[in-house]
T-cell receptor, first 114, second 114 residues
Framework: NAGVTQTPKFQVLKTGQSMTLQCAQD?????MYWYRQDPGMGLRLIYY???????DKGEVPNGYNVSRLNKREFSLRLESAAPSQTSVYFC?????????????FGDGTRLSIL | KQEVTQIPAALSVPEGENLVLNCSFT??????LQWFRQDPGKGLTSLLL?????REQTSGRLNASLDKSSGRSTLYIAASQPGDSATYLC?????????????FGGGTRLMVKP
């Protein structure tokens, strides 16, 4: 089972460049999430999509946009990358058909912005 | 705003030892409390999820407890093995958000020495 797949796994950008991180899940989950993980800061929620067609801001949404393309795919876009956005980005999904289901995570995208 | 703290940040134990990881949270109105494992360079894997109405959950050598009144959760690992070496994170979600807006602790990095 693939689970949650993130592409690319690594990326280096220059300040001001734009980029879209891709995420796809094959578990037929309704909800999808984007997090960033930074040393000393833990994981912080950027945006989430509770269901297809909806998106909501998390704790740190500034500088990012998201698109829930369909039930399977949820992308994260950096329009004008800044060094402060250097981080490891994780996508997750969750089955909301039953209560109290855990989130399932991808292996992350390691993004460096010079 | 929910704050989640994990102490210690790092722990090293000899193989076979029983150990306890601690997680504290500031807002007792949580939807559930989750424990995850993260291996280096990988995403998070859900270990245990304790619903707000529950006191504990068990899976194999792992037992997680939840005490909302004191704002604490513990993860007990019995008979630790080198394969248990990883970072363990706890996360809580607020009531009314159905588990979308998880707040993560900074994690405890565990090393089990052969």
């Amino acid at each position: 089972n693939a689970g949650v797949t993130q592409t690319p796994k690594f990326q280096v950008l220059k300040t001001g460049q734009s980029m879209t991180l891709q995420c796809a899940q094959d578990m037929n989950h309704n909800s999808m999430y984007w997090y960033r993980q930074d040393p000393g800061m833990g994981l912080r929620l950027i945006y989430y999509s509770a269901s297809e067609g909806t998106t909501d801001k998390g704790e740190v949404p500034n500088g990012y946009n998201v698109s829930r393309l369909n039930k399977r795919e949820f992308s994260l876009r950096l329009e004008s990358a800044a060094p402060s956005q250097t981080s490891v980005y994780f996508c997750a999904s969750r089955d909301t058909g039953a209560p109290n289901q855990p989130q399932h995570f991808g292996d992350g995208t390691r993004l460096s912005i010079l | 705003k929910q704050e989640v703290t994990q102490i210690p940040a790092a722990l090293s134990v000899p193989e076979g030892e029983n150990l306890v990881l601690n997680c504290s949270f500031t807002d007792s109105a949580i939807y559930n409390l989750q424990w995850f494992r993260q291996d280096p360079g990988k995403g998070l894997t859900s270990l245990l999820l304790i619903q707000s109405s529950q006191r504990e959950q068990t899976s194999g050598r792992l037992n997680a407890s939840l005490d909302k009144s004191s704002g604490r959760s513990t993860l007990y690992i019995a008979a630790s093995q080198p394969g248990d070496s990883a970072t363990y994170l706890c996360a809580g979600g607020p009531v009314g958000d159905a588990g979308n807006m998880l707040t993560f602790g900074g994690g405890t990095r565990l090393m089990v020495k052969p």
